[in-house]
């Protein structure tokens, strides 16, 4: 092998272009410490206008070529760099720049035979040295990544293909080296990689381990061969989600099979073919999605870049092509082309790039006119023949209907994602019980999101429920089931049902829901919700007790002030949907400042570690102190997640707060009409105590209303309570009677049936809740500010 002294340097900018990384390699390379490029715009480091190093990547997932740096000695540097663009869990986006750096001399190629085996291989084959640097690649391993052999020399597989697939086969990389065993390793590092690589020790005439060989298991198809779509290039075309992707995989696959270069411009709203029968030919306003061309094709002396908008001219190729919608043959020696080349700023490409003959190719899905795709060669190749329009048809085809699908994908998530934020919490509600945090992350996938949600509920005496559910599949009709779901549990959570019994009903309306659905639509998945999973739990700041249960639901954190963190025991009971099963509530205390984090199942299932090993990562977000809640949720997002999540994540934390004492007071009255009086006077001195004798009128004639239904239709032992929270004031009377009062009218003779109704007008709001002996009936009413 080689003898050789690479390094890697390394650098991440976000999207205003400003430096957030900075490695030890870069700082050997430009002499730059990291204090002194961090935080500031990378194109002060380029020796040339770094405007134009913007538009070259602009719309680009990755890109590689030559670029001008500066030293800080002043001298200028030519780096071949490699450009990754990643996008985090939080949807935002930065860019990964690497660039190897090498003082080798070159090795040997071996014996003709030897070379002509390597390259001609049906098989991609890389080979890897003892630092896991990339030395060789075949020809088909370069079109495998999609980079030539000179852009990934000296580089490691993780910085080629970023992602978790190569941090995986890195780790196999090295064990197989260490080892000197082969691995058989089931990743997928690319689409025409398979699904698994195999990593063969490379050993000299002493067994000694030398470097690695990685290659796949199946041989690929020769592209240069098969062109036609129905191989497996044009198999590529059109099978992605992202619309500018599919453009762009458009000239991958066209430039330079087919053409030197290539564009693609799409209108921005795509036009109906019952819009215009006989359309006629006028300016038209495209968007630029993907410009290639060869060699070095995607710099700015190509004109408009990608995401440019561009004014066609009525006599332009691109308007007469989607007026006519079908393909055209241009010759660039035209005088109109010539003119139109030379005057139009979206088309400074046909004239920089030489070529001689253009084909203009409609992009045409379901009836719809998406944009053109025009192709050109140079004057070195023959002129698009029969054969060349129909692959190019062919080719736009199917580019067309990835990027249709792909419209209409984006706008089926947009709806879906207007509606999940329509149902979900906008704000949390004030209340004093539980200091809260939340976050809520949709899915990435082609799929669509969810229908996790979560929600926070003030109930009376003082009490919060906590909720968060997972409803099974994606999309509108996930969406809609959560929707309906969350309405019903804060329905039956407003009549203070139990943890359990409210469990119970919800698994009733699911199965009435999907009978409902599945009656409609006998086809339709996961109708009303069934296997749906949710997760209920009452505090009480008062007793400090914590009521929970759940339906499949994962059980949640608790982490006490002590810093001990643990799962609670909550009997799991079955999903919601499958009927007849009963549920179970327990009930535990939790201190004051306990840690209390609830969420959905996607927050374990990442691709990059084991539930062990994520269920760890969270208990040590959780258990490090923060400044607040969010910081808390960030950090486990943070620890959890490596890129977009495969499904949605709800995450709800709160933090216990106590009512003390000094906030509750409460009596046992006996069951006679004289203790009425008493009871007033109870609540009047306790008011006075507050401070609080503003509301001293309000408050007892609801005690005198609340007590005398007591004494009259209701079984003692009776106790009065009045809790102070914040700016609330309640009130609750309690009696061993199992039935519940009932507003109605009363007629102008009747002498009562008057007391619920001055009731529920002097409370901001007022109810029944029944406990397993009993019920109260209480009252609450806002405070003026002190």
Known sequence: MERQSTYTATATI???????????GAQRLLGYDSSAVLGRPA???LAAEGAAARRVLAGQERWNGNIPLRHRDGRSLELAVLAHRRTSAAGAVDWLVVSAVTARTQPSRGEPLEEWTFLQSPFPLAIFDAE???VRANRRMEHALALPEAAMRGLRLVHIAPGAASEEADRYLRLALESGRPQDVRVRLGAELGRGVVLTPLKDADSRVRAVCLSTQQPTQDSAVRRSPSGETGSRVGTVADQARAAQELGEVTVPRLADV???DLLDSPRSG?????????????????????????????????GEAIVCPADSPPAHCLAAGRPLLYDTADPAITEWATLDPGAVWLRTSGARSLLAVPLLAQGNTLGVALFGRHRDREPFGPEDLRLA???????????HEARTYSRARTTTMALQRSLLPHTLPDQGALEIATRYLPAATRAGVGGDWFDVIPLSGARVALVVGDVVGHGIRATATMGRLRTAVRTLADVDLPADELLTHLDDLVLRLAADEGSSD?????????STTCLYAVYDPISRHCTLARAGHPPPAVVTPDGAVRFLDVPAGPPLGLGGLPFEAVETELPEGSLLALYTDGLFEA?????????????AALVRPAKSLDSVCDRVLTELLTHRPDDDIALLVARTRALHEDRVASWELASENTVVSRARHHASAQLSAWGLEEATFTTELMVSELVTNAIRYGRPPIRLRLIHQGNTLGCEVYDSSGTTPHMRRARIFDEGGRGLLLVAQLAERWGTRHDRVGKTVWAEQTLAPG
């Open 132 to 134: 896991l640097r990339l």
């Open 262 to 264: 290539m564009t693609v």
């Open 522 to 530: 006998p086809a339709a998945d996961t109708a009303g919700g069934i």
């Open 393 to 403: 048809q062919e080719f736009t085809a199917k580019a067309a209907a990835g990027i």
């Open 14 to 24: 976000d999207a205003q272009g400003i430096l957030t990384g900075w490695s030890e």
């Open 607 to 619: 691709r990059d570690h084991d539930i062990d090993e994520a269920l760890d990562k969270m208990f």
């Open 43 to 45: 194109a002060a480091l």
């Open 274 to 306: 019952a819009e215009d029968p006989v359309p006629q030919p006028g300016p038209v306003v495209l968007r630029r999605a993907a410009l290639r061309a060869v060699p070095n094709g995607d710099g700015p002396a190509y004109g408009t870049g990608v």
